[in-house]
């Protein structure tokens, strides 16, 4: 286990599980891993089992992450939930820029970008996906896509708080699909990735911030993906829908 950085497992489980589902699997969960206090898993539930969920878990390590939030704190804006109620009922996490959320709702950089100064305002810790079209991957403009993707994201984020955003790379092409980038292709973006926020931050906030990967995550590839010196864990979709597979890819170095 790579100790500099604190390991990161997320689960987005869009749009599914019901709040009792929600409560059920947590409870499964915390006892099926054990303690877990030397990495970080977030639960990133339907908001309507979110402040149920932050109840329930107890265990440390165990946080509470939304899949969105909006970029006022209140305000005419019908059918929008803020960063600052996300907050309150105990959200430390949130999921932004999703490729589901630039495809389907229209999201845009300049949207994520208001998003991201939405949670860091209100004390939560965005976690930024971004990722190319297999498209731009063939044509040879990974580097260009995700980066721009990046600097547009962090516009104007406060230097001193830029440590905490957690990047999530998640190439298009691999969510959903069952393929997986390989550990070399990720490795590769998270390090380039790495090195624009050195240039925009400085070496110490690129060196402190966290780089999880997604896209077909599973209990079997995630050994190999882990292994990688600049993979800080993995954002997670199919495989978090069963409490054993997550448990397995949480817990992926222990027998
Ligand atoms: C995701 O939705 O962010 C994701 C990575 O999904 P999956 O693990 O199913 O590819």
């Keep these: 286990m790579k100790t500099r950085r604190i390991p990161l497992f997320v689960a987005n489980w869009k749009l599914h599980n019901s709040v009792r589902d929600s409560l059920d699997y947590v409870n499964s969960i915390q006892r099926n891993c054990g303690p877990i206090a030397d990495r970080e ?32 704190d209140a305000g005419a804006f019908t059918g ?4 600052s109620m996300l907050a309150e009922v105990g959200c430390a996490y949130v999921i932004l820029g999703h490729s589901e959320r630039r495809r389907l709702f229209a999201e845009t950089d300049d949207m994520v970008n208001l998003k991201i100064h939405a949670s860091l305002r209100n004390g939560m810790v965005p976690i930024l996906c971004v990722g190319e079209e297999l498209s731009t991957r063939e ?13 547009r994201a962090i516009r104007g984020i406060d230097p001193k708080v830029a440590g905490k955003i957690v990047i999530a790379y998640e190439p298009i092409w691999a969510i959903g699909t069952g ?47 882990m292994n990688e ?8 979709g199919s495989a978090s829908l069963k409490v054993e597979s997550f448990a397995k890819i949480i817990c992926f170095d222990r027998k």
């Design 229 to 236: 010196p600049d993979v800080d864990g993995a954002l997670v």
């Design 41 to 72: 898993v977030v639960i990133a539930g339907p908001f309507m089992a979110l402040k149920d969920v932050y109840e329930q878990l107890t265990r440390p390590g165990f946080r509470v992450g939304a899949q969105n939030c909006f970029w006022e």
């Design 179 to 225: 393929r997986s980038a390989t550990p070399t292709q990720i490795q590769e973006v998270h390090v380039f990735i790495r090195g624009e926020i050195a240039r925009i931050f400085g070496d110490s906030t690129a060196e402190s911030i966290r780089m999880i990967y997604g896209g077909s995550v599973s209990a079997s590839n995630i050994c190999e993906l």
């Design 139 to 151: 044509a040879g403009k990974t580097s260009d896509a995700v980066g721009a993707q990046v600097h």
């Design 80 to 83: 929008e939930v803020s960063a």
